[in-house]
C-alpha cells in the first residue's frame, strides 16, 4: 500500500481544498436549493445531514475515491471475516461476530467462533431470568435488587453509557449502577445505598489485571464479608466477566460465576459481548437482542453499501475531510437527548484510544493528523457553557449534534424547544453573522453610528463552522445499536484511511508501568522512588504522602 499522502486522491483533495477553502457554506446553499436533499442519507431510521459541511460534491467524489484508493472495501471484509488484523496483537477483530445471525459461519484459527458466543448470550439470559425471577439469592436467601458493575475504560464505559441511554426500558426493579474511578468515593457513594444482603457485584476486567478495578473488587468483597460475615459464600454476591477466566478463579469466583469473551474483542468494542451483562439486566435480553440486531442491520449496510450512501464512510471521510486538509485538531459531539449524556465519553474510548496513533501498520512514523480530540456535552448545557468558543472563537471545531425526534416523555413544547435549539446552533456555526448584518441590527435596534462602530466587531459571528446532524427517529436498542455501530466503523474506516491499527492501546502500558513503580503490590505507596525519576514526580509525591 503506498503512503497516503502520495495517493493520487490524497493530492487531488490538497488541491481541492486550496480551491474552495473560501467558498463560503451560505453560498452553497444560496446556489442550490436541494443542497438538504443531494447531502443527507436515510439509513433505517436515521437521518444523517451532512450538508452543513464545507463540500460539494466534487470534494465527495474525491473522498470517495480517497477511501477506494485506501482498499477500504477489501479491509472491511478482512475485519468481517476474521482476518488477524490487530497486527500487533496478532488478534482478529471480531465485534461484530457478536452480533451476527447465529447461522453465521466465522472461523478464528480454523474454528467456528459462532456457537461459542451463542453459549455465551444463553448464560446470559438464564443469569438475566435468575435475577429478575428471584431465583437467584444472596447468602441470607434474599432477590437481588442491586447490581454493581466494577470496570473500568471499555469495561465501564459502553454498558454504563448504554443503560442510561436505554432507562425507558428497564424491565427490572434490580437498580443497576456501575463504578469505575479507583476514589474509593465512588464505590461508597453506591454502597451507602445498598443492601449487602441484596447486591451482587460484576467484576467486569478482559485482563482481570487492572488495579482500578481489583482494588475496587477488593474492596466490595472485604465490604461484604464484614457486614455478611467472613463465612459468606462470594459466589452469591460475585460475578466475574473476563478473557482471563484462570486469573478470576485465582481470585476465587467458581467456574459457573465466570463469563467468558475471547481476545478477539476488543476492550473498547465489547459492550456487544457478556461485558453488556449488566445491560441485559437493566433492559431484559429481547431489547439486548434488538441493540444486537441494530448493530448486525449497519453491519449489512457498511458492508454492502457504496461509499456515496455509506453512512459510517460518510461520516468518517467528512472528519478526514476537516482533520487532514482542513486542519481541524478537535471534533465535538452534542447530544441533544438527555439519555445520550454518557455518549461523548464513550466515543472518546472508541475513537481517541483506537486512532489516537503517531505509526502505521509497518512501524513507520506518520506525518499527517490522525485522531482529533473527542469532546462534547449535552447540547442544551454546551449552548450555555462552550459554544461562545465554537461561534466566535479562534479554533473551527466540527460538531456531530446528535438529536431525536420522538422522545420518552410528552411534553411536546420541551421537544420542540429542545429541537428549536439543536437545529439553531448548527445553523448558527453555518450561517454566522457578518459586520454588515449587524451594523444593520443595530441601527434597528436605534443604537448611534458611534455604538454601532464600538459595538458591531463584537458582534460579528464567521459562520462556515461545519457539523453534522444525526437524527435518530426514536431512541429505541436497536436504533442505539444502530448508532453505536455507525461511529465503530467511522472510527475503523479512518483507522483504514490513516494506514494505522486502530485495535492495539499501547500507550497505555507506560502510565500503569510508572503507577506500579509508586505504588507496591499492597496498595501501599513506596516513600523511596529510584533514582530516575525526575524532580517533578518525586516532589509531588513525597509531598502527598507525607
Ligand atoms: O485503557 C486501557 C485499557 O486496557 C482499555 O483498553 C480497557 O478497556 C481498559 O483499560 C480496561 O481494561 P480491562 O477490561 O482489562 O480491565
Same mark, same amino acid.
Given at each position: 500500500?503506498?503512503?497516503?499522502?502520495?495517493?493520487?486522491?490524497?493530492?487531488?483533495?490538497?488541491?481541492?481544498?486550496?480551491?474552495?477553502?473560501?467558498?463560503?457554506?451560505?453560498?452553497?446553499?444560496?446556489?442550490?436549493?436541494?443542497?438538504?436533499?443531494?447531502?443527507?442519507?436515510?439509513?433505517?431510521?436515521?437521518?444523517?445531514?451532512?450538508?452543513?459541511?464545507?463540500?460539494?460534491?466534487?470534494?465527495?467524489?474525491?473522498?470517495?475515491?480517497?477511501?477506494?484508493?485506501?482498499?477500504?472495501?477489501?479491509?472491511?471484509?478482512?475485519?468481517?471475516?476474521?482476518?488477524?488484523?490487530?497486527?500487533?496483537?496478532?488478534?482478529?477483530?471480531?465485534?461484530?461476530?457478536?452480533?451476527?445471525?447465529?447461522?453465521?459461519?466465522?472461523?478464528?484459527?480454523?474454528?467456528?467462533?459462532?456457537?461459542?458466543?451463542?453459549?455465551?448470550?444463553?448464560?446470559?439470559?438464564?443469569?438475566?431470568?435468575?435475577?429478575?425471577?428471584?431465583?437467584?439469592?444472596?447468602?441470607?436467601?434474599?432477590?437481588?435488587?442491586?447490581?454493581?458493575?466494577?470496570?473500568?475504560?471499555?469495561?465501564?464505559?459502553?454498558?454504563?453509557?448504554?443503560?442510561?441511554?436505554?432507562?425507558?426500558?428497564?424491565?427490572?426493579?434490580?437498580?443497576?449502577?456501575?463504578?469505575?474511578?479507583?476514589?474509593?468515593?465512588?464505590?461508597?457513594?453506591?454502597?451507602?445505598?445498598?443492601?449487602?444482603?441484596?447486591?451482587?457485584?460484576?467484576?467486569?476486567?478482559?485482563?482481570?489485571?487492572?488495579?482500578?478495578?481489583?482494588?475496587?473488587?477488593?474492596?466490595?468483597?472485604?465490604?461484604?464479608?464484614?457486614?455478611?460475615?467472613?463465612?459468606?459464600?462470594?459466589?452469591?454476591?460475585?460475578?466475574?466477566?473476563?478473557?482471563?477466566?484462570?486469573?478470576?478463579?485465582?481470585?476465587?469466583?467458581?467456574?459457573?460465576?465466570?463469563?467468558?469473551?475471547?481476545?478477539?474483542?476488543?476492550?473498547?468494542?465489547?459492550?456487544?459481548?457478556?461485558?453488556?451483562?449488566?445491560?441485559?439486566?437493566?433492559?431484559?435480553?429481547?431489547?439486548?437482542?434488538?441493540?444486537?440486531?441494530?448493530?448486525?442491520?449497519?453491519?449489512?449496510?457498511?458492508?454492502?453499501?457504496?461509499?456515496?450512501?455509506?453512512?459510517?464512510?460518510?461520516?468518517?471521510?467528512?472528519?478526514?475531510?476537516?482533520?487532514?486538509?482542513?486542519?481541524?485538531?478537535?471534533?465535538?459531539?452534542?447530544?441533544?437527548?438527555?439519555?445520550?449524556?454518557?455518549?461523548?465519553?464513550?466515543?472518546?474510548?472508541?475513537?481517541?484510544?483506537?486512532?489516537?496513533?503517531?505509526?502505521?501498520?509497518?512501524?513507520?512514523?506518520?506525518?499527517?493528523?490522525?485522531?482529533?480530540?473527542?469532546?462534547?456535552?449535552?447540547?442544551?448545557?454546551?449552548?450555555?457553557?462552550?459554544?461562545?468558543?465554537?461561534?466566535?472563537?479562534?479554533?473551527?471545531?466540527?460538531?456531530?449534534?446528535?438529536?431525536?425526534?420522538?422522545?420518552?416523555?410528552?411534553?411536546?413544547?420541551?421537544?420542540?424547544?429542545?429541537?428549536?435549539?439543536?437545529?439553531?446552533?448548527?445553523?448558527?456555526?453555518? %450561517?454566522? @453573522?457578518?459586520?454588515?448584518?449587524? $451594523?444593520?441590527?443595530?441601527? #434597528? &435596534? /436605534? !443604537?448611534?453610528?458611534?455604538? *454601532?462602530?464600538?459595538?458591531?466587531?463584537?458582534?460579528?459571528?464567521?459562520?462556515?463552522?461545519?457539523?453534522?446532524?444525526?437524527?435518530?427517529?426514536?431512541?429505541?436498542?436497536?436504533?442505539?445499536?444502530?448508532?453505536?455501530?455507525?461511529?465503530?466503523?467511522?472510527?475503523?474506516?479512518?483507522?483504514?484511511?490513516?494506514?494505522?491499527?486502530?485495535?492495539?492501546?499501547?500507550?497505555?502500558?507506560?502510565?500503569?508501568?510508572?503507577?506500579?513503580?509508586?505504588?507496591?503490590?499492597?496498595? %501501599?505507596? @513506596?516513600?523511596?522512588?529510584?533514582? $530516575?525519576?525526575?524532580?517533578? #514526580? &518525586? /516532589? !509531588?509525591?513525597?509531598?502527598? *504522602?507525607?
Amino acid at each position: 500500500m503506498p503512503q497516503l499522502p502520495t495517493l493520487p486522491s490524497w493530492q487531488q483533495l490538497k488541491q481541492h481544498w486550496q480551491a474552495m477553502q473560501n467558498t463560503p457554506m451560505r453560498d452553497l446553499f444560496a446556489e442550490n436549493s436541494q443542497r438538504f436533499n443531494n447531502f443527507s442519507l436515510e439509513v433505517g431510521d436515521i437521518l444523517l445531514d451532512y450538508s452543513k459541511q464545507r463540500i460539494t460534491s466534487e470534494t465527495r467524489s474525491l473522498l470517495c475515491q480517497l477511501a477506494k484508493e485506501s482498499e477500504l472495501q477489501a479491509y472491511i471484509e478482512r475485519m468481517f471475516g476474521g482476518e488477524k488484523i490487530n497486527n500487533t496483537e496478532q488478534r482478529a477483530v471480531l465485534h461484530t461476530a457478536l452480533r451476527q445471525p447465529q447461522q453465521t459461519v466465522i472461523r478464528v484459527d480454523n474454528e467456528n467462533i459462532m456457537p461459542s458466543i451463542q453459549a455465551s448470550l444463553q448464560r446470559m439470559a438464564e443469569i438475566v431470568v435468575q435475577l429478575h425471577s428471584g431465583a437467584w439469592q444472596g447468602y441470607q436467601g434474599q432477590p437481588i435488587t442491586d447490581v454493581v458493575n466494577l470496570g473500568i475504560g471499555g469495561s465501564d464505559l459502553g454498558p454504563a453509557m448504554v443503560t442510561e441511554a436505554l432507562h425507558p426500558y428497564q424491565q427490572t426493579n434490580i437498580a443497576v449502577h456501575f463504578v469505575s474511578n479507583v476514589d474509593a468515593t465512588q464505590l461508597f457513594q453506591v454502597l451507602d445505598k445498598v443492601n449487602p444482603a441484596t447486591t451482587l457485584f460484576i467484576i467486569t476486567s478482559k485482563t482481570f489485571t487492572t488495579m482500578e478495578t481489583m482494588t475496587n473488587a477488593n474492596t466490595a468483597r472485604q465490604w461484604l464479608q464484614s457486614k455478611l460475615g467472613e463465612q459468606c459464600d462470594l459466589n452469591q454476591h460475585f460475578l466475574a466477566i473476563t478473557a482471563n477466566p484462570q486469573r478470576a478463579l485465582e481470585y476465587g469466583i467458581r467456574k459457573e460465576n465466570v463469563l467468558t469473551f475471547s481476545d478477539w474483542v476488543g476492550g473498547r468494542y465489547s459492550l456487544w459481548s457478556v461485558v453488556g451483562l449488566p445491560i441485559a439486566i437493566a433492559i431484559g435480553m429481547q431489547n439486548f437482542q434488538a441493540l444486537l440486531q441494530g448493530a448486525y442491520e449497519i453491519d449489512q449496510h457498511f458492508r454492502h453499501a457504496e461509499f456515496e450512501q455509506n453512512l459510517p464512510v460518510l461520516l468518517a471521510l467528512l472528519g478526514i475531510w476537516n482533520i487532514n486538509f482542513a486542519n481541524c485538531k478537535a471534533h465535538a459531539v452534542s447530544p441533544y437527548t438527555q439519555y445520550l449524556a454518557r455518549f461523548p465519553a464513550y466515543l472518546q474510548q472508541v475513537d481517541m484510544e483506537s486512532n489516537g496513533k503517531q505509526v502505521n501498520r509497518d512501524g513507520e512514523k506518520i506525518d499527517y493528523q490522525t485522531a482529533p480530540i473527542i469532546w462534547g456535552e449535552l447540547g442544551s448545557n454546551g449552548q450555555h457553557a462552550f459554544h461562545q468558543a465554537l461561534l466566535q472563537g479562534q479554533d473551527v471545531v466540527p460538531v456531530d449534534f446528535i438529536m431525536t425526534k420522538q422522545c420518552h416523555h410528552d411534553l411536546d413544547n420541551h421537544q420542540t424547544i429542545l429541537m428549536a435549539a439543536c437545529l439553531s446552533q448548527s445553523r448558527a456555526l453555518m %450561517q454566522g @453573522k457578518d459586520l454588515q448584518e449587524v $451594523e444593520k441590527e443595530l441601527q #434597528t &435596534q /436605534g !443604537l448611534s453610528k458611534g455604538e *454601532i462602530a464600538t459595538l458591531a466587531p463584537h458582534k460579528v459571528i464567521p459562520g462556515n463552522r461545519p457539523s453534522n446532524t444525526l437524527v435518530l427517529k426514536k431512541l429505541t436498542p436497536r436504533n442505539l445499536g444502530a448508532l453505536i455501530a455507525i461511529y465503530e466503523h467511522k472510527v475503523f474506516t479512518q483507522g483504514v484511511i490513516w494506514q494505522i491499527n486502530s485495535f492495539d492501546q499501547w500507550g497505555v502500558e507506560l502510565g500503569k508501568q510508572i503507577a506500579k513503580e509508586l505504588v507496591d503490590n499492597n496498595g %501501599q505507596a @513506596k516513600t523511596e522512588l529510584a533514582s $530516575e525519576f525526575d524532580s517533578s #514526580t &518525586q /516532589g !509531588l509525591w513525597q509531598f502527598l *504522602i507525607s
